[in-house]
């Protein structure tokens, strides 16, 4: 039996390796390990470790006038300026990619079958990780301890089989956090900002509405960048538009900051 892998394995054996892919950095070409998919032989007692029978990179492809998203076998590198999968990918995207790439790839596979188990490698060890199911205590942030750019790609990777409750739709992104005992669920961009100069020297989860941008923007654990808020959710409560929750919670502190814990 045969199986199609979203990730070149050995790198991210289990259940979420695109969700770990971005988290790590992978997605965004930080780690130098491409995003990819490999169709492999299923293994008797070893979950994702049989002979590999073919792998795809996926890569970007930049032309002058647009950028194309194509699996790198679709087109010729000499023609093109090959480069890992675009950044700030979320997992809906990056699931879409992949599953194309992948699929194109079994047929490829299964019209070769004979040829490509004669030449199928066994895994190394080498580059071997595990990519353990992401749940909802994966999304609980510690302000303290993650960068802007971290706090962004855990976000990005958040939905679906993650933090994204049953109840909402699945292209809707959730992180927590809790501000004055009362539990948050909050909606980022995917990209980090520039710190505001106000949040320089504040604690890590400060938060506070930037005047010129109008942007909700919090504080990690780095002085360089921060995370924009867009909607904000108390528990049980609502979606409103984050700048309206902090008009709310801002009440009566002016010019004070607010810290998420």
């Keep these: 039996a045969l199986n199609v892998h979203p990730s070149l394995l050995p790198r991210w054996r289990g259940a979420a390796p695109m969700q770990r892919g971005i988290v790590a950095g992978d997605a965004d070409g930080l780690t130098g390990e491409p995003m990819g998919v490999t169709v492999q032989e299923l293994s008797r007692g070893k979950f994702d470790r049989g002979r590999i029978l073919a792998q795809q990179l996926v890569v970007r492809l930049r032309l002058s006038l647009f950028d194309m998203v194509l699996p790198l076998s679709s087109l010729t590198r000499a023609l093109f300026d090959a480069q890992d999968v675009p950044p700030h990918l979320d997992f809906l995207a990056l699931e879409s990619l992949l599953a194309r790439a992948g699929g194109d790839l079994l047929v490829s596979v299964l019209r070769a079958l004979e040829a490509h188990q004669a030449r199928a490698q066994p895994q190394g060890e080498e580059r071997a990780c595990l990519a353990p199911k992401l749940d909802k205590s994966c999304a609980r942030i510690n302000w303290a301890s993650g960068t802007a750019a971290e706090v962004c790609r855990l976000h990005e990777a958040s939905v679906i089989r993650c933090v994204v409750l049953t109840l909402y739709s699945p292209s809707q992104y959730t992180v927590w956090t809790t501000v004055a005992d009362t539990q948050l669920q909050l909606r980022l961009s995917p990209r980090p900002v520039p ?56 009440a009566g502190r002016k010019g004070a900051l607010l810290l998420l814990e």
């Design 195 to 250: 710190l505001p100069a106000r949040l320089a020297d504040a604690p890590s989860g400060s938060i506070a509405l930037e005047p010129a941008s109008k942007q909700l923007v919090v504080r990690c654990s780095d002085s360089v960048e921060g995370v924009v808020a867009t909607e904000v959710k108390k528990e049980g409560g609502k979606w409103v538009e984050a700048r309206a929750w902090w008009n709310g919670a801002s």
